[in-house]
C-alpha cells in the first residue's frame, strides 16, 4: 500500500504553492473581513481558469478528468493560504453530489458551467443548532416543489445553485435549485471567519430537480459527507502546517533577553507538540486519502479518523502560534488571527469534532460487527 502522492501530483501542489503565494491571499482575506465582502471575485476567476474547479470532472463534460488525490493536494495548499473563494462548497460538496449522483441529462447541463465557473454551488443541509440528522430535518418537497429554511449554508449569497436536503413523503431527497427563482431570500449570518461567509436561506415553493434516486437522498448525502471529510481534512492539515511555519518564523527572528526566543525550551516544546499533532494528522488524511482514490469500504472510519486528527491539529497549533506570538500574536496587524478563525468555522464544517468521533465510533463498531 502506498500512501504517497505520484511525482505529477506533487508538481500540481508544487505549482499550486507558487500561484497562491503570488496572489497574497492573506492580504485578499484581510481585505474580505475589513470591508465586509464575501469573497474574492479575482481569485476565483483565476482558479476557474486554471480549470480546477474542473478537477474531478469528466473530460466529456470539459473538466480535466483528474482524481480526488489531485483533489486532495490542492485542498492543503488553499488551507495553507486560507484561500476565501467558494472552492470547498462548489467543488468538495455540490460539484461531487452531481459528479455522483445526477442524471445523465443534469450532469450534460450542470457540470460543463460549473468548470466554466458559470454556475457556483453549495449545499443546504443544516435547520437548526446540532447535528442534521434524517430525522430532524423540516425542509419539505412535494410535487418537485420544496418550501423550508435552512441556516449557516455556506457561501450561498456568492452560489448561483443550491442542492437543498429535504424530507419527502417516504424519505429524504436531495434537490437542485437555482438561486434565480422567486421565492429564495438569503441572509448573512455572522461568523469567525467572514473570508468563508455562511447565510441563512429561506425557501418557499420553489422549483426542483432531482438528485440521485428519490427517498435515498440521506444515504447518498452520507456518502458525500464521508469524501468531503477527507478533502477538509487535507484543508486543516495545511493550515496548521502554515501555522508551525509561522510559529518558527517567529521563534528564530525574535529575540528576547539577548538570545531568540526559539531557543527557550519553553518555545521549543511548543515547536514540537505543533510537529507531532500535525504529523498525526498527516499521517491520518494520507490513508483517508487513499481510502477515497480506491473507494474502499474503510473510508468512513478513515475519513472520520482523519477528520478528528486534522480538527485538533488545525485548532491546536493556530493557539500555539498566537502563544509563541506573545502579545503581536493578538493584534489584528499579524496574521495568527487570520488563521484561528479558519480553524474555528472549519471545525464545524460538516460537523463539530464530537460528531465525528461519533461517527468514528459507529463505523468501528459496524466493522467489527460485520
Not at 503570488?22 to 482558479?47: A, F, M
Not at 449557516?152 to 436536503?165: N, Y
Not at 518558527?248 to 519553553?266: P, T, V
Not at 471545525?347 to 459496524?366: A, D, F
Amino acid at each position: 500500500m502506498n500512501l504517497d502522492f505520484s511525482d505529477d501530483q506533487k508538481y500540481l501542489q508544487e505549482e499550486a504553492r507558487k500561484f497562491f503565494d503570488k496572489e497574497n491571499t492573506l492580504k485578499s482575506s484581510r481585505n474580505i473581513l475589513e470591508n465586509k465582502l464575501h469573497t474574492d471575485e479575482c481569485l476565483w476567476k483565476k482558479v476557474v481558469d486554471l480549470g480546477w474547479t474542473g478537477i474531478t470532472i469528466a473530460e466529456e463534460y470539459d473538466g480535466l478528468g483528474l482524481g480526488h488525490l489531485e483533489l486532495c493536494v490542492l485542498a492543503e495548499e488553499m488551507g495553507r493560504v486560507l484561500a476565501p473563494i467558494p472552492f470547498s462548497s462548489s467543488v468538495y460538496l455540490f460539484t461531487e453530489a452531481i459528479n455522483k449522483f445526477a442524471s445523465d441529462e443534469i450532469k450534460k447541463d450542470i457540470l460543463p458551467k460549473l468548470v466554466s465557473g458559470e454556475i457556483v454551488g453549495t449545499i443546504a443541509v443544516t435547520e437548526e443548532l446540532h447535528a442534521p440528522t434524517s430525522k430532524n430535518i423540516t425542509t419539505t418537497v412535494k410535487n418537485n416543489i420544496v418550501s423550508g429554511t435552512k441556516i449557516a449554508v455556506p457561501d450561498a449569497k456568492i452560489a448561483t445553485h443550491s442542492i437543498v436536503v429535504a424530507k419527502s413523503d417516504n424519505g429524504i431527497d436531495l434537490r437542485l435549485i437555482d438561486h434565480s427563482l422567486d421565492g429564495i431570500c438569503i441572509n448573512h449570518t455572522n461568523s469567525v471567519d467572514e473570508s468563508r461567509g455562511h447565510f441563512s436561506m429561506s425557501i418557499e415553493n420553489v422549483p426542483t430537480l432531482l438528485i440521485g434516486e428519490e427517498d435515498n437522498g440521506w444515504e447518498c448525502y452520507e456518502r458525500l459527507v464521508d469524501q468531503a471529510a477527507v478533502l477538509f481534512s487535507f484543508e486543516q492539515l495545511g493550515g496548521a502546517q502554515a501555522s508551525m511555519e509561522m510559529a518558527l518564523s517567529y521563534a528564530k527572528e525574535r529575540y528576547a533577553f539577548g538570545r531568540q526566543i526559539g531557543s527557550f525550551q519553553a518555545i521549543k516544546h511548543k515547536l514540537a507538540d505543533m510537529y507531532i499533532s500535525i504529523t498525526l494528522a498527516k499521517s491520518n488524511s494520507y490513508y483517508a486519502a487513499w481510502a477515497l482514490s480506491t473507494e474502499s469500504p474503510d473510508l468512513p472510519i478513515a475519513s472520520a479518523t482523519a477528520r478528528v486528527s486534522s480538527t485538533k491539529a488545525f485548532q491546536f497549533c493556530s493557539k500555539e502560534n498566537i502563544q509563541t506570538h506573545g502579545g503581536n500574536g493578538f493584534t489584528w496587524e499579524y496574521d495568527c488571527h487570520l488563521f484561528y478563525r479558519r480553524s474555528k468555522l472549519l471545525s464545524v464544517n460538516l460537523g463539530s469534532i464530537s460528531n465525528w468521533k461519533n461517527r468514528l465510533v459507529t463505523g468501528l463498531e459496524k466493522s467489527n460487527v460485520s
